[in-house]
């Protein structure tokens, strides 16, 4: 399969243009079997920080970013960067980078409420996942795009768009074999700076991946049933 069929260019000011779509149905008996099937491999889902570094098939890291690029978006503008990072030297910068601004958030920054949120997830200011893990994907969201007459144009839904491609990301990788982390250092802004991305992308998250480390552990977590986070009416 080609990575693009056809190149997308922005589609701002075009008139609707409707295409056909009729997906096969899918049989009750097979759609409730595979919904059981999802939930049951998701439920096996945990954020990994500890990591082996072996390396991981470039094809399906970059499979499970062009899944993440399927996501609805706000006016269908996909304002997404995706940044694969395997270099072992800026992994290293940006784990010194991270590191930094961790310290000074656990040393005071984030407050005793934060901290006693994090306490049970067992973590500190020491990030070995950004080098021990074979790849980072750095998510930027995109706040405008710039036209070819050189005039910024805004995104909508912005958050919510990325938000989403994170998670389906996410779903992605844990289905292709491989675990991941969703790492969140504040403030973000020397992530643009080492990766040299432009004005109008804002970083996001960075996503070690790879696969557990042979002696990985993680929190004795239960996650919330069905009924505490369902309503129906």
């Known amino acids: 399969m080609t990575d693009v069929a056809q ?3 922005p589609i701002h000011g075009e008139p609707y243009r409707p295409v056909p779509y009729r997906p096969e149905r899918m049989p009750a008996a097979e759609s409730v079997a595979r919904a059981a099937e999802l939930r049951r491999r998701m439920d096996q889902r945990r954020t990994v920080r500890r990591f082996a570094p072996d390396p ?90 710039v036209g070819a007459d050189g005039a910024r144009h805004k995104h909508y839904y912005v958050d919510e768009s990325v938000g989403i491609a994170v998670g389906m990301l996410l779903t ?30 804002k970083a996001f998250a960075v996503i070690p991946v790879g696969y557990p480390a042979a002696d990985c552990e993680v929190p004795g977590l239960v996650r919330k049933s069905l009924d505490q986070v369902l309503v129906e009416i």
């Open 56 to 145: 991981v098939p470039a094809e399906v890291v970059r499979d499970a970013i062009a899944c993440a690029g399927t996501a609805p978006s706000g006016a269908h503008q996909q304002p997404w960067t995706f940044v694969l990072v395997r270099d072992q030297e800026v992994r290293r910068l940006i784990r010194d980078a991270a590191e930094h601004e961790e310290r000074v958030s656990y040393d005071g920054r984030l407050g005793e409420e934060w901290l006693a949120a994090l306490r049970p997830l067992g973590t500190d200011g020491v990030k070995t996942h950004l080098t021990d893990a074979p790849a980072l994907i750095v998510v930027f969201q995109q706040r405008y795009w």
């Open 7 to 9: 190149r997308w260019n």
């Open 172 to 201: 992605a990788l844990h289905l292709s074999g491989l675990a991941a982390l969703v790492h969140t250092p504040s403030p973000m802004g020397f992530l643009r700076e080492v990766l040299g991305r432009p004005a109008n992308e």
